[in-house]
């Protein structure tokens, strides 16, 4: 763990509308425990040079309630585009549970993305999130908690997820998946996408947001390659054929992967369309004028 101190701490995103309308984006850490052989994160754009230690920014608590203060437009704070906000050292340090009761005092709404359990220790505080908007994503790609062991080594199983998931749609918290990535050669099977979605709507999860496939950028590529040399052996061969030096590399049956998802989707009632505190509010207006 590497402290270090940060200059700013809210970035804002031009087009909320692409990530569940977040508009300010807060990074409380870069580099993650969890760990997942394919994450984009290590690629060479976002500056980490050594992913697998995290650095803590020991000043974001500060900065974070400046920067709240002087926010002339409430917008969606969201976390987890450098890090997972609940990556293990956040069991120690408490700098996530922190800032949400921030964000809170300040009335602003949220959206967090990650893949742990541990969010669930913050329930009190996700309950006065929801006073005024909290929107929680759990990214699950497989549904086999075996394969999600070797490929998230140090994320909590899916089947945990699973049930977090249920635990805040209960609570009336909004809950989502994102379906993404789907590895080709491992994960591309039309019964682990409904698989996911059939469990996804056992726990009350109501929105879904999907990409078959991933990406395939310089040090990223580099060590997903290794990863699969020594976890899936043969299989970075049939990447190297398949997709050369693409940045880009879709998922195998993609056709049918969408139409597996589209139709479990519609059978279970289930949004593929992200949610927002903006719709959110657009639809609580309709309904009143309506």
């Not at 541990?118 to 005024?132: G, K």
């Not at 949004?271 to 959110?280: D, H, K, L």
Request: glycine content about 4%.
């Amino acid at each position: 763990m590497k402290p270090v101190e940060s200059k700013t701490i809210l970035s804002v995103n031009k087009h909320p509308s692409s990530w569940f309308g977040v508009k300010y984006s807060l990074n409380l850490y870069r580099g993650c425990e969890l760990q997942c052989i394919y994450c984009d994160s290590r690629s060479e754009r976002y500056g980490i040079d050594d992913f697998h230690n995290v650095t803590v920014k020991t000043n974001a608590l500060q900065l974070l309630d400046k920067e709240l203060a002087a926010k002339r437009k409430r917008a969606t704070v969201g976390t987890a585009s450098m890090s997972d906000p609940y990556t293990h050292t956040e069991r120690k340090l408490h700098l996530t549970r922190s800032a949400l009761e921030l964000i809170a005092r300040h009335r602003f709404p949220v959206h967090i993305t990650t893949k742990s359990n541990l969010i669930l220790r913050d329930v009190d505080v996700l309950e006065e999130l929801n006073r005024v908007y909290a929107s929680v994503a759990f990214t699950i790609t497989t549904a086999d908690d075996e394969l999600a062991a070797r490929i998230e080594p140090y994320a909590p199983s899916p089947t945990d997820r699973f049930k977090a998931l249920g635990v805040l749609s209960a609570l009336g918290i909004t809950t989502s998946i994102t379906m993404m990535p789907i590895l080709p050669f491992l994960e591309d099977d039309p019964a682990n996408v409904r698989a996911i979605v059939d469990k996804a709507a056992a726990y009350g999860v109501r929105h879904i947001v999907a990409a078959f496939g991933m990406t395939l950028r310089d040090r990223q590529r580099d060590y997903y390659f290794r990863k699969l040399d020594e976890l899936f052996p043969g299989t970075r061969e049939k990447y190297e054929r398949r997709f050369g030096e693409a940045y880009q590399a879709r998922a195998n049956q993609y056709a049918k992967l969408a139409a597996a998802f589209h139709e479990a989707c519609r059978r279970h009632g289930i949004s593929t369309a992200m949610p927002s505190y903006e719709s959110v509010n657009a639809a609580v207006q309709l309904r009143l004028f309506d």
